[in-house]
């Protein structure tokens, strides 16, 4: 049997004019000279996708930083072994960012920098004989500020940020524990036991290390709760923290902080479920909004900042 062609002269169509579409010329990238600055830059993007984020996560921090709203940066190890702690200061100096939180990791690398101007041991060399994370200095001078500090009921950041200002380490302006302490910025530290060198060490106290963590634990908390139409920022960090702030947010709508109207992003030079969920999508259902920037910390983390002050800067000389 013969199988009846379809007539397509029946088809209905409409106008290309009328339809709407997903692209448009009206937001493709302009043309460079070569001459742009940083913002001027950003400002030729095109208006898709992971440039469109870009965007708009400058907007959303310049716009807190002009309504003074909390911006929160959460931020792993990577970030300061790229050599981005001049960047995060900035910042912080300038006062867009005004709280950051850390994993374990981060105060071994932050404190190494301070002391020594150099961190990251190469793990392979040192696995097999076990010399692997045996740096004395790291393991006396953090678990000596971390014991006095739980004495005096500080938290972990604060601990290790004033035990660096006080000892006047050489390296100590380059240390975003140091100069958060000295600033008044409030750094909160967030630890798995057994997950970083310090813990292998003698004058490791677990009680302490837990205790100022759970200190820490409720000032990030605390400072979540201040989110409100502010802009939060994980950087870098897989696990821990988007955890850390999920149950954060939780916890602070369960005592009736809303936090209805904020500004999530997840920094990351890969893509994972948690910091998806944890950060972007979870926190933000029918809340507010969730951005992604996938790349490499050392290029889009200075390409954000260069933004952020490219837009300030140009603020500032209008009003002049």
Do not use: W
Not at 201 to 206: K, L, Q
Not at 287 to 301: A, K, P, S, Y
Not at 306 to 320: D, K, P, V
């Amino acid at each position: 049997m013969k199988t009846p062609e379809l007539d397509k002269n029946r088809l209905a169509t409409y106008s290309l004019l009328d339809r709407p579409s997903k692209v448009s010329v009206s937001a493709f990238a302009d043309e460079l000279t070569g001459r742009e600055t940083p913002g001027e830059l950003i400002g030729k993007l095109s208006d898709f996708l992971a440039a469109r984020d870009l965007k708009e996560l400058v907007a959303a921090l310049v716009d807190a930083y002009r309504r003074q709203n909390l911006v929160m940066l959460a931020m792993g190890a990577h970030v300061i072994k790229v050599g981005l702690n001049p960047l995060v200061l900035q910042l912080v100096r300038k006062g867009v960012i005004q709280a950051l939180a850390l994993n374990g990791a981060g105060i071994i690398h932050d404190f190494e920098l301070a002391y020594a101007g150099h961190t990251s041991e190469e793990v392979s060399a040192g696995i097999s004989g076990g010399n692997f994370g045996m740096a004395r200095e790291t393991g006396e001078f953090l678990n000596r500020a971390i014991s006095a500090g739980n004495r005096d009921g500080l938290g972990l950041g604060q601990a290790v940020g004033r035990m660096i200002q006080e000892e006047k380490l050489p390296y100590r302006e380059t240390s975003l524990l140091g100069e958060c302490y000295r600033l008044g910025i409030p750094v909160t530290v967030h630890v798995a036991i057994g997950t970083d060198i310090i813990h292998m060490h003698p004058a490791a106290d677990g009680s302490a290390i837990g205790q100022t963590s759970m200190r820490d634990f409720d000032l990030f908390c605390a400072q979540v709760a201040r989110l409100e139409n502010g802009v939060y920022i994980n950087l870098g960090s897989a696990v821990v923290l988007p955890e850390v702030f999920l149950k954060a947010i939780s916890l602070v709508r369960n005592l009736g902080y809303p936090v209805t109207n904020l500004t999530t992003v997840n920094m990351d030079f890969k893509h994972h479920y948690r910091t998806h969920e944890n950060v972007v999508r979870r926190p933000t259902l029918n809340r507010g909004r969730g951005l992604e920037l996938i790349g490499h910390h050392e290029i889009m983390f200075p390409l954000l900042t260069a933004g952020i002050m490219s837009e300030l800067n140009h603020e500032t000389s209008e009003q002049r």
